[in-house]
């Protein structure tokens, strides 16, 4: 019987709030632990671009990427910087970045696993938005692409080749076919390719916090404080210890974003996970404006129509996560959102403005970490997901609870394991 098994969520964002949602549903005894308000700023999933894209197979590091370093050191403006100062403490991460992403063989590996996790995405997310009785918070309208011309498009091949490789399909818009698409698309863009299964969540804070309500609502328990370490005998686990005493239980998952990488070295891990810094702008009081969320192929920028108005979400800067935020880069994307739809210029100066930064989890391949401790194997490593935790977190919660209930998950996790940082 799963309910005389009691399990740990350690860290409620997105992925917590996903494995602690499908544990309940096959009535194990959960609980949660968590310091901060659940779907609150302190996480990446309250502020991330909210989309939802079986195209997200693409990882950041592909070949060629080292030539542009130099540029990123010395271009504060770019999609992808890095702040001087940190350079040598980042660059072991750096160089393992890079490496990752070497060869077209290496993207490809990556790009398939990603895949396992995400092209029925929008799907699962449809499922459990409809299971805590909020289906409205996932909007079904797809994700469009685009770029300043067609040879634009064609320049980014490798990126449209994973693609379609990994059973991605889109429709290619040009001029103004592309504006009947997104009227308030301006004419920096005259190509774009539409992703129809993509999906976006209109309020991904909210979105956690109700996922996280069902779950109490099904007898699940929230303890508000911090996971500090683990109590372990003969290799079996006894307890979480938090901030506010020991959380006895029979296993435990890590889904504690940026804050995994201290627990899963307490459990003899040495994960390099590595905070890839991002921003989001917010333009809240629209009364008209884009309808579809749009990524611009220049400035990377997802922009992305919300409950709260237009979120601009983007850029990557590599720093610690004790370093302070640089606004600039919020503006940057406000720069950005003026340029993409130059008819709301003159709503950006009316329009209330929210700016925040935010910690993706990251390892330098791109790919999460899904495995069972090296301390014990009642404690799960469930974080890692970078660039793609929204919308990877319904299948990372499958393979939880496939590990933890002793099943084989529906995917080939092997891409997933711990032992590819030991080489
Ligand atoms: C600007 C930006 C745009 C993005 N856009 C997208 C997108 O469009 N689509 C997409 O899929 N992904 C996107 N991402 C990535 C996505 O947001 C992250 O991958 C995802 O939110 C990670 O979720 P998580 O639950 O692992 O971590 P988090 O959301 O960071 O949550 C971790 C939680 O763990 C808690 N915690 C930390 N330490 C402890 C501890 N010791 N004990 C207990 N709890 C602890 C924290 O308080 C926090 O609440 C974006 C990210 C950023 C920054």
């Not at 299971?131 to 994700?143: C, N, T």
């Not at 006895?248 to 905070?275: E, F, K, Q, T």
């Not at 490593?381 to 529906?410: C, D, Q, W």
């Amino acid at each position: 019987m799963t309910a005389d098994r009691h399990i740990a969520v350690i860290g409620s964002g997105i992925v917590g709030a996903c494995v602690a949602a499908a544990l309940s549903a096959e009535t194990y005894r959960v609980t949660i632990i968590e310091p901060g308000p659940v779907g609150g700023e302190q996480a990446a999933s309250f502020g991330n671009g909210a989309w939802i894209s079986p195209a997200s197979v693409v990882p950041m590091s592909v070949p060629g990427l080292w030539k542009k370093v130099p540029g990123y050191l010395l271009d504060p403006t770019g999609p992808l910087t890095i702040r001087w100062p940190y350079l040598p403490a980042m660059l072991p991460w750096l160089v393992r970045f890079l490496l990752s992403g070497f060869t077209e063989a290496r993207v490809e590996r990556t790009a398939k696993a990603l895949a396992s996790l995400l092209s029925d995405a929008p799907a699962r997310h449809r499922a459990l938005a409809a299971r805590i009785g909020q289906p409205e918070l996932i909007a079904s309208r797809g994700l469009l692409y685009v770029y300043p011309d067609r040879s634009a498009f064609a320049s980014d091949g490798l990126s449209w080749r994973l693609r379609r490789q990994n059973g991605v399909r889109w429709t290619e818009y040009e001029g103004a076919a592309l504006r009947a698409v997104e009227p308030a698309l301006g004419p920096g863009y005259d190509f774009g390719a539409l992703v129809a299964e993509g999906a976006h969540c209109v309020d991904p804070g909210a979105y956690v916090a109700s996922i996280k309500d069902h779950v109490l609502a099904g007898g699940g328990q929230l303890v508000t404080a911090a996971a500090t370490g683990f109590s372990v005998a003969k290799g079996r686990l006894r307890g979480v210890e938090t901030s506010k005493g020991m959380v006895d239980c029979d296993a435990a998952v890590i889904c504690a974003g940026i804050g995994s990488r201290r627990l899963a070295r307490l459990c003899g891990d040495n994960v390099p996970l590595c905070s890839e810094r991002g921003y989001h702008a917010v333009i809240g009081g629209l009364h008209s404006g884009p309808s579809i969320p749009v990524m611009t192929s220049d400035s990377k920028s997802a922009n992305t129509p919300t409950r709260a108005g237009l979120r601009i979400a983007g850029q990557v800067e590599i720093a610690p996560v004790r370093a302070s935020p640089d606004w600039r880069r919020a503006d940057l994307l406000l720069k950005h959102a003026a340029a993409t739809y130059p008819s709301m210029r003159d709503a950006l100066q009316a329009c209330g403005i929210t700016r925040w930064m935010g910690h993706r989890p990251s390892t330098p391949d791109g790919l999460p970490v899904m495995d069972r401790s090296s301390l014990s194997p009642d404690i799960l490593h469930a974080f890692g997901h970078g660039h793609v935790g929204l919308a990877a977190a319904p299948m990372t919660a499958h393979i939880v609870t496939s590990l933890i209930g002793k099943r084989e998950p529906a995917s080939d996790i092997r891409p997933f394991s711990l032992r590819r940082f030991s080489g």
